[in-house]
């Protein structure tokens, strides 16, 4: 049986995400003086049994980190065995601190880049970055 213990994800959502830190960084462009975004320490988000999992917001991307299938369980010998559960736990993390959550990957178009060579993508959705 296969199982996650280890999860990043992010999602792009198309508002400035809330503070859940007392401090910021604002990003500005010298050059146009265009802001660019706001950035916050990452959050350590402690659960029981000594598990945590960071939760990283820059502006409008969420970026969760973790072990979802040790988060606040007693039995964790077997872990999850697929992303949906995986991302019910974080979602379940992320409402409990009042921010919005992860939703599927619906649609993936592809944007020019400020380089002619390189394309963007645009999702309406969660984007794993790795897992184990």
Not at 16 to 29: C, F, K, N, V
Not at 32 to 56: A, D, N, R, W, Y
Not at 83 to 105: A, E, M, R, W
Request: aromatic share 10%.
């Amino acid at each position: 049986m296969i199982f996650y213990d280890w999860l990043s994800i992010y999602q792009d959502f198309d508002f400035e995400l809330p503070m859940l830190s007392d401090r910021a960084s604002i990003e500005i462009d010298t050059v146009s003086g265009e802001h660019l975004g706001t950035k916050q320490p990452i959050k350590k988000h402690e659960g029981s049994f000594s598990t945590s999992v960071q939760i990283k917001i820059s502006g409008n991307r969420l970026t969760v980190t973790g072990n979802p299938s040790r988060f606040n369980r007693l039995d964790n010998l077997f872990g999850l065995t697929s992303i949906d559960q995986c991302v019910y736990v974080y979602n379940q993390i992320l409402l409990s601190l009042g921010l919005p959550v992860f939703t599927k990957c619906t649609q993936i178009n592809y944007l020019q880049g400020k380089t002619e060579k390189k394309l963007e993508n645009l999702l309406t959705g969660l984007l794993l970055l790795r897992f184990t």
